[in-house]
């Protein structure tokens, strides 16, 4: 079955930097586009970043220069470098990916950032 397991979140001090990693199974990775979600306490979840099979990404604005989105379709990875972290990234940040129109999630991994 589909499987997807995220990994690298932890505590991190305004500015610095943490590397997520999306480990993946059961489905055709290369030909899939991942993305990189995040849900803060009491809000909707939101899409961060976005990388297609052919490796186009697209980020929402809060992010853009700071966070890059990439993938090793060797060892089925997908990964979220974040830079100049900030206290509104705090959140759970989960991998997605949709196979026949049906969204697959990871466990989500918490990134908090602490004063």
């Known amino acids: 079955q589909v499987q997807l397991v995220e990994s690298g979140g932890g505590l991190v001090q305004p500015g610095g930097s943490l590397r997520l990693s999306c480990s993946t199974a059961?489905?055709?990775?290369?030909?899939?586009?991942m993305g990189w979600y995040r849900q803060a306490p009491g809000k909707q979840r939101e899409l961060v970043a976005t990388?297609?099979?052919?490796?186009?990404?697209d980020y929402t604005d809060s992010v853009k220069g700071r966070f890059n989105i990439s993938r090793d379709n060797d060892k089925n990875t997908v990964y979220l470098q974040m830079n100049s972290l900030k206290p509104e990234d705090t959140a759970v940040y989960y991998c997605?990916?949709?196979?026949?129109?049906?969204?697959?999630w990871g466990q989500g991994t918490q990134v908090s950032g602490s004063s």
């Open positions: 990388i297609t099979n052919i490796h186009n990404t």
């Open positions: 997605n990916t949709k196979i026949h129109a049906r969204d697959y």
């Open positions: 059961g489905f055709i990775f290369s030909i899939n586009s």
